[in-house]
């Protein structure tokens, strides 16, 4: 008897542990799964005349090189929505892979106000990779369902203990001690097996909500955005190559022969397919491909062409000039120009009327750079400041010996006069 009642309390002792152990590698799963979808999760910043509010977004499909981020509706318009007449917002986003660089962001207007729902894009920058695996497993939500969010403090935030799942009731799903603060609005509600909704409320206390991803699906399915995300967030690495896929060739020629001229391809479903230049090929998958410039001095009209496998398949587009209004003879902005208020900037034409710039500090260290198109008079630029983290825009009115104009600084939406003179101030000529 006694052996008997040793063995059952051994027995009762190793399923605890075996119990426990289980409950701790879920948990690890499930904040392992939400840093890894990080990638896909963006801060947000609104501003609104003198408001600011900040929080979070979800990366769910790209069309023609734009992501599409879905986000709280009361983040980007306000707790009551946007006011009659009441200025737009100015949204920006900075991405996990680029922390520290602001991009600015359209507002689209579909919306669901009800559902709190709101969807904002941008061109997708060159060094941001998003995952499409990361759906959570259809039935993984119910009561009792451990769950992490990605974003608190303006931060991609995971934290370590999980909320757990109260009720799922009308598509929302309400969760115990999740941990959220004000500004994790947006954020992505993640299980151990991939995102299962979207923070709606981020007040501190011990239930906040979230609604369900299948309710967002079927709000981008109405609205027609790319909804590009399936499951298999967690899903072990297979271990074996993908089978070999016979391929073609794509060539698209501008009638004119004029070689040098950028495309962008998009598939059928409208993904991005690459980038390549007229006078080259690119191997491409069989199927069929939009193909579509993007120089913006050298228009073409946009063809549709198949590839089948194997073939190398030339197009040839009709395409006109662009560039607007050609500048003045001898008016030329490339070289060093000094700033009014200190420093100076570089500009360096790359094509036609394109260029690139680089922005120094009084003590010759480059602490910004960003691109200029030249039209008559007028240069359009686009820059970085990379040492105090913000993204700029703006029109200067060019003259032989200085350019003068405005620029628009994101976030904040402040509008800040600029002066820049072909010799240092303060030298006499």
């Known amino acids: 008897m006694g052996l008997t009642a040793v063995g059952r309390a051994l027995a009762g002792m190793a399923a605890l542990a075996g119990l426990t152990l289980m409950v701790g590698v879920a948990a690890a799963a499930g904040a392992d799964v939400a840093e890894r979808l990080r990638a896909n999760v963006v801060a947000i910043s609104v501003q609104r005349g003198a408001e600011e509010d900040r929080g979070f977004g979800f990366i769910v499909g790209e069309r023609r090189r734009h992501l599409y981020i879905i986000t709280a509706d009361h983040v980007v318009r306000g707790a009551g929505g946007a006011a009659p007449g009441a200025p737009a917002p100015r949204v920006s986003v900075q991405f996990f892979q680029e922390q520290g660089k602001v991009f600015p962001a359209e507002l689209l207007g579909t919306r669901n106000p009800d559902l709190d729902v709101a969807v904002i894009k941008l061109r997708r920058p060159a060094a941001v990779d998003w995952q499409r695996e990361v759906l959570g497993a259809a039935g993984a939500v119910g009561r009792g369902t451990e769950v992490w969010f990605v974003g608190r403090g303006g931060s991609w935030y995971v934290p370590v203990l999980p909320g757990v799942v109260n009720k799922v009731l009308n598509r929302v799903i309400q969760v115990d001690r999740l ?28 239930l906040s909500d ?83 410039s993007i120089d913006s001095n050298y228009q073409c009209q946009d063809i549709q062409v198949r590839v089948a496998a194997g073939e190398r398949a030339t197009v040839q587009l009709v395409c006109e000039e662009q560039g607007g209004v050609t500048p003045p003879p001898g008016l030329d902005v490339t070289g060093t120009w000094y700033g009014l208020a200190g420093g100076y900037i570089q500009i360096h034409r790359t094509d036609g009327q394109q260029y690139t710039f680089q922005d120094f500090n009084n003590f010759g260290v480059m602490v910004g750079e960003g691109t200029a198109s030249m039209s008559g008079t007028i240069l359009t630029l686009q820059g970085f400041n990379s040492l105090l983290g913000f993204a700029y825009s703006g029109t200067l009115e060019v003259s032989a010996e200085r350019l003068n104009g405005m620029l628009v600084v994101a976030p904040f939406g402040q509008t800040v006069p600029v002066g820049f003179v072909r010799r240092p101030p303060g030298l006499g000529r």
């Open 179 to 206: 941990g959220v603060r004000p500004g994790s609005s947006g954020a992505p509600l993640i299980s151990a097996s991939g995102w299962v909704g979207m923070v709606t409320s981020d007040r501190s206390g011990e």
């Open 210 to 292: 979230a609604l369900s991803v299948a309710a967002i699906a079927e709000l981008a399915r109405d609205w027609n955005i790319p909804w590009q995300l399936r499951a298999g967030a967690v899903a072990p690495p297979s271990g074996s190559a993908p089978p070999a896929v016979s391929t073609g060739e794509l060539c698209p020629r501008p009638a004119s022969g004029k070689t040098g001229v950028l495309f962008e391809l998009y598939d059928e479903s409208d993904n991005d397919a690459g980038t390549v230049k007229s006078g080259e090929c690119v191997p491409v998958a069989p199927g069929s491909y939009w193909v579509s």
